[in-house]
């Protein structure tokens, strides 16, 4: 079974730019989470979507928004990127249903993205 | 608020015994996750608790106490590659939103 995948590994862009990353869940698995993983903070929850809807929502500024497409596959954009969201994003998926269940996660290999 | 503390770094003999301890202060309680993380690379699932007691998967046992808000990872018969991060996470309520503390990254040594 393939695991979790996201692209690109690698992205550097400029203030003000914006991104798109994309997460492809392991096969199966409904709920696709999305985490920022940086030196001082550590793991930050960004956002959960399960069937298409954002189940719950980190502290994050609107900058940070997410969608879930029908076939479980998600998307993370950043928009007027500043040079604090350089960082490794994490996406991981599981096979937590609508009505919950006590699942692990598994995370993908992640996005290192850097701002200059 | 929520907050999960842990050590940040410890190190341990090859073929030892270690304790990574992990205290939680969050509004909801339903699990506490043990992940893995090997540097450059992603975490990787352990261990989770739910009610109180000692989980053993092989080497590594996780505890749990909820009424302390406390928990540890044992990890026995170390190995170098057993060095590496762990974390600690917690789970509030019935989604995937985990609160991840800062992990505890521990050197093993020959």
């Known amino acids: 079974k393939a695991g979790v995948t996201q692209t690109p590994r690698y992205l550097i862009k400029t203030r003000g730019q914006q991104v798109t990353l994309s997460c492809s869940p392991i096969?199966?698995?409904?709920?696709v989470s999305w985490y920022q993983q940086t030196p001082g903070q550590g793991l930050q929850f960004l956002f959960e979507y399960f069937s298409e809807t954002q189940r719950n929502k980190g502290n994050f500024p609107g900058r940070f928004s997410g969608r879930q497409f029908s076939n479980s596959r998600s998307e993370m954009n950043v928009s007027t990127l500043e040079l604090g969201d350089s960082a490794l994003y994490l996406c991981?998926?599981?096979?937590?249903?609508?009505?919950?269940?006590?699942?692990?996660?598994?995370f993908g290999p992640g996005t290192r993205l850097t701002v200059t | 608020g929520q907050n999960i503390d842990q050590p940040t770094e410890m190190t341990a003999t090859e073929g030892a015994i270690v304790q990574i301890n992990c205290t939680y202060q969050t509004s909801g309680f339903n699990g506490l996750f043990w992940y893995q993380q090997h540097a450059g690379e992603a975490p990787t699932f352990l261990s989770y608790n739910v009610l109180d007691g000692l989980e053993e998967k092989g080497r590594f046992s996780s505890f749990l106490s909820r009424s302390k808000g406390y928990s540890y990872l044992l990890l026995k018969e170390l190995q170098m590659k057993d060095s590496a991060s762990y974390l600690c996470a917690v789970r509030g309520d019935n989604t995937d939103k985990l609160i991840f503390g800062t992990g505890t990254r521990l050197q093993v040594f020959p």
């Open positions: 096969s199966g698995h409904r709920s």
């Open positions: 991981a998926s599981s096979r937590t249903s609508r009505q919950g269940g006590l699942y692990e996660q598994y």
